[in-house]
């Protein structure tokens, strides 16, 4: 077996726990493995040529770019230089490698692989090696993680690298808006990306760009035109770095239209910086996974790439995914754009069709009316992303043909009549506000049905769009029910879920979730980086929730902590023992910091004061203790280009079901009755679904207000293992290898 063999779980590696506290169910070797003292080696840039080799120490996690650096090697790409990478490799017994890189690397790594047995035999005869060691490391196993800002690999959902770039863009337009509205210039804003211009359409949905220009998509005859009369109404153009010279869009408008413009180009800029929670969550299970397959690989297994498919790590073939990306740029060179768009995936073909659909308004005379009218509403606490959200539903209802009505105010506004019509212009500028322009309450509409009823009637409100957390979700049902009474209610209801919490069932993620895990680990880091002075300190950190531990747990992961107590995993005074035990031997190292997240509602009696206390006096003479309470901060600020992203498309789908729905029912009068009227709009595992109210019920937890499974409560076991304890991960999940179907990655 090549698995260390498996314990209990609550023998020598420590316990894991369920969701309620039982013991989770111990699967065999094959699906469970341990991580033993195992010498891992990191080879640095041409290392395998040179052979310089560092072994691995300190955490990473915080580190922007790559700490064992990164460099072409034109030895490499010679047989000469691959021989001399598999003598310095057998020096060191290495046969599994992990490359991280581009497509370049990853054929490389490939290459290097196929050719490994001739690679030996000739060392052989060269007498630099046995026929021994011929036998011994008769095979090499590669494995690869895409590592690129552009985002230009095709079989994956995003690279390693893409999230951090999104937000250096995103905090340099959030800063140039404010010289572009108080001096009224046009900005043109030039990214990278190279060949690939996923950086400059994610970033002009996230803004709100009025233009923007795409390799795979370039602008049609006539485009000059176009884009100075949408230019007339606003300024502001992207500009990819691949799309040519920016000076093109500068003189066109200063020509044109005579406006002050400048050109700014990010450049290098993209690059740096400290990465993303997102980045930092996703390199952590790609790593993993990278180790399960090499552990799993045998002598038949094909070189393969970890790739992220919705939430799903899984194994592509590598040269599978390598020829897919290398023909999207020969359809562009070929200039067949719509199949370079279809190659790049449905990630990016929607982006794009949600892009068009928001950017530019059609003439009201070519827009069919349908005499509809939708009305938006924010439900529960505030989160970032809501009014991106709210800006994507409007337009597309606009495009759709509806007259969009905004309610103010949550569900008190609406018993109140706080509603007014809402136009295209009106939401401008909107995807990078935080908070809820809308206003939002906590309220539910109970107490208010017969009010909101006569506002649904005077309004003649056809369909209802929410948008909020466990309120809304609250909220939705008791509309729901309310329909035998009111049959103002039996119109199409869909909700998309909005709160830093991430506790609605039916949806894996929620909007406003990724700004507050990055706000928690921004937060982290300064923390920990103010005792490099002061040696052998802990940092209780206490998270909001609720009683969903997602923000405790995965800020832990992204931050990495040494512990995260959150309610969905019981703990006791054994376990708060075993952790002061693990930082007191970790303060013997050369890393004198810990940090340990706490979930606010993760005990009624191990709260943050007691946990600090008892830290405090069992690491007396060891390490001292700090406290902080993180508080609703983590529910302010800018959103992050994923709650902007994911609040745009996952609201605009939400109206294009509400159309769906109003456009089968037209002419006939229908009223909605049946469940699937009422829907959650969420993402579950690959999937961007609509689960009717009714059937989430049995999902969820409402003394907790949590769904009863959450799937991030897998990844537990990975930070305990990143934090050096022993412990077992379930690999039961893991991407087995799949073969690409290029038409729907």
């Known amino acids: 077996c090549r698995y260390e063999r498996c314990r209990p779980c609550c023998g020598a590696h420590g316990h894991l726990r369920g969701g309620q506290g039982q013991c989770l169910p111990h699967a065999p070797c094959h699906s469970s493995f341990h991580l033993p003292g195992a010498l891992f080696l990191l080879v640095l840039p041409v290392g395998a040529v040179r052979g310089d080799w560092r072994e691995m120490g300190s955490s990473l996690v915080p580190h922007g770019g790559t700490i064992i650096g990164s460099a072409r090697c034109q030895a490499f790409r010679t047989r000469e230089g691959r021989l001399k990478a598999a003598c310095n490799l057998l020096q060191r017994g290495i046969t599994n490698l992990c490359v991280i890189g581009g497509d370049g690397s990853l054929t490389g790594a ?82 990278m990306g190279r060949h690939c211009g996923y950086l400059a359409l994610v970033s002009a949905l996230a803004c709100g760009a009025d233009w923007v220009f795409l390799p795979e998509s370039p602008p049609e005859e006539g485009w000059e ?41 990010l450049g290098h800029v993209q690059r740096g910086g400290t990465p993303s929670a997102f980045d930092r969550i996703l390199a952590s299970r790609m790593g993993v996974e990278a180790v399960i397959a090499l552990l799993e690989a045998t002598p038949d297994t094909p070189a393969c790439v970890v790739s992220l498919n919705g939430n799903h790590a899984v194994r592509l073939p590598l040269m599978e995914c390598v020829q897919m990306t290398q023909d999207v740029q020969k359809a562009m060179d070929e200039r067949r754009f719509q199949d370079a768009v279809r190659l790049r995936g449905r990630s990016f073909a929607g982006n794009l069709n949600t892009y068009k659909r928001l950017a530019i308004k059609l003439p009201d005379d070519q827009i069919p009316k349908t005499n509809c009218n939708v009305a938006v509403i924010n439900v529960g606490a505030p989160a970032a992303g809501m009014n991106a959200a709210v800006r994507s539903a409007v337009r597309v209802g606009i495009a759709d043909g509806h007259r969009m009505l905004a309610i103010y105010d949550g569900f008190d506004g609406f018993a109140k009549g706080q509603i007014k019509e809402i136009s295209w212009t009106d939401v401008g500028g909107w995807t990078g506000q935080g908070g809820s322009i809308l206003g939002t309450k906590r309220v539910l509409p109970g107490k208010y049905l017969e009010e909101i009823a006569t506002q649904m009637r005077a309004h003649s409100i056809n369909a209802l769009l929410i948008i909020g957390g466990f309120e809304a979700y609250l909220g939705l049902l008791e509309l729901s029910a309310a329909r035998e009474k009111h049959e103002e209610f039996c ?20 909007i406003g979730a990724d700004t507050a895990l990055n706000t928690i680990t921004d937060t982290c880091d300064r ?61 013997k190292t050369t890393i004198q910091r810990g940090l340990v997240l706490r979930n606010e509602s993760c005990s009624e009696n191990y709260t943050t004061d007691f946990i600090y206390q008892l830290y405090s006096e069992e690491g007396k003479g060891v390490f001292d203790c700090r406290k902080n309470v993180l508080g609703h901060m983590q529910q302010g600020g800018a959103p992050s280009p994923f709650d902007r992203n994911f609040g745009t498309k996952i609201s605009a789908r939400a109206m294009e079901w ?6 089968e029912a037209r002419g006939r009068g229908k009223k909605f009755t049946t469940d699937d009227s009422v829907c959650v709009l969420g993402i579950s595992k690959r999937n961007v679904i609509f689960q009717p109210v009714a059937e989430l019920k049995q999902q969820t937890d409402f003394e907790h207000r949590i769904p009863k499974e959450q799937w991030w409560l897998k990844l537990r076991p990975l930070m305990k293992i990143l934090a050096k304890y022993k412990a077992s991960y379930d690999v039961s999940d893991s991407g087995q290898l799949e073969h690409v179907q290029p038409w729907s990655v």
């Open 225 to 265: 035109e176009q884009m100075c009369v949408k230019l007339s109404e606003v300024m502001w153009v992207l500009w990819p770095s691949t799309a040519g010279d920016a000076d093109v869009p500068l003189q066109l408008v200063v020509t044109q239209l005579g406006y002050d413009t400048r050109v700014t180009i």
């Open 658 to 663: 509400i159309t769906a729905k109003l456009k």
């Open 527 to 587: 923390i920990k980086q103010s005792a490099s002075g002061t040696k052998r300190r802990v940092f209780i950190i206490e998270t909001m929730g609720g009683y969903c531990g997602y923000l405790a747990n995965m800020g832990g992961l992204a931050a990495g902590a040494d512990a995260a107590y959150i309610f969905e995993e019981p703990f006791d005074i054994r376990d708060l023992q075993s952790n002061v035990e693990h930082l007191t031997e970790k303060m």
């Open 110 to 191: 490939n290459l290097f692989r196929k050719e490994w047995s001739g690679l030996l035999e000739e060392l052989a005869r060269n007498g630099q090696i046995d026929k021994e060691a011929v036998q011994k490391y008769a095979y090499l196993n590669v494995v690869g993680m895409v590592g690129s800002i552009d985002n230009d690999f095709c079989g994956t959902d995003m690279t390693i690298g893409t999230d951090s770039a999104l937000h250096r863009i995103i905090e340099v337009i959030d800063a140039i808006m404010t010289t572009a509205q108080s001096h009224q210039r046009t900005f043109v804003l030039e990214v």
């Open 491 to 510: 119109v199409p209801m869909v909700m998309v879920p909005a709160t830093v919490s991430n506790n609605v069932p039916g949806s894996d993620f929620s």
